[in-house]
């Protein structure tokens, strides 16, 4: 099968791609409205674009041609806060996708505690096993549809104690979730594990270290 995205309308090359880029991490973000609103929403276009300084990405597009509270107060206030959830969580991350007005706040109507940001004036979430304090870097606008990938640098991480030795986290215990598809999470299948390339690699290294 052959898929020409020419012809296509934005919400069809949005199923497309969403099925193809999988499985993919949700950044369960937290925000602040210049009254002292708490704002929070999952993003699952997310990944890391740096790690010195530590930078990390999403992608917010319109709803109903208008900007979402996540990038309005990311864009007003500089600062945000990626929030890293659990199985134990799922429910509430995908609550947390539901829209509700500027002025209402999703940690309020989900019942969840926040703990203040060390180095950003955002809260962040006291359940999540990991958090990043971010401070705004970049904000680029893709395509015809509006997104925008707001770009942040991480300027303090917290993790739970025992999740992380070394600087490596211990990903059986942080036990992440994932968004497929549509309205679809996974966990975690089978961990495997490979030579390190370095080991093989007849050239150059690229092993970081
Ligand atoms: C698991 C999940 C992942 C999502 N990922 C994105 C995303 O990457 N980009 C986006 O614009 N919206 C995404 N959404 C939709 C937003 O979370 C939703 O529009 C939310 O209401 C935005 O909230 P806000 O207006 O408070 O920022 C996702 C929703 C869910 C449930």
Redesign the pocket.
Known sequence: MRIDPAPMQPQDIYRLLTGIVVPRP?AWVTTQSAAGIV?L??????TFVSSKPPMVG????L?NGEQ????RNILESKNFIVNIADETMAEK??LS????PYDVS?TTVLGLETVPGEKVSVPRLAMAPVSMECVLRHDIQFGTTGSTFLVGEVVMFHLRDGLCENNKVDTRALRPIC?IGGPNYAALGEIYSMRNVADVATGPSDRVE
């Open positions: 949700i704002n929403a999952p993003f699952s276009c997310f999403i992608n917010v597009g709803r979402k509270d996540t990038a991350i995908h996708g539901v829209a509700h999703e968004r």
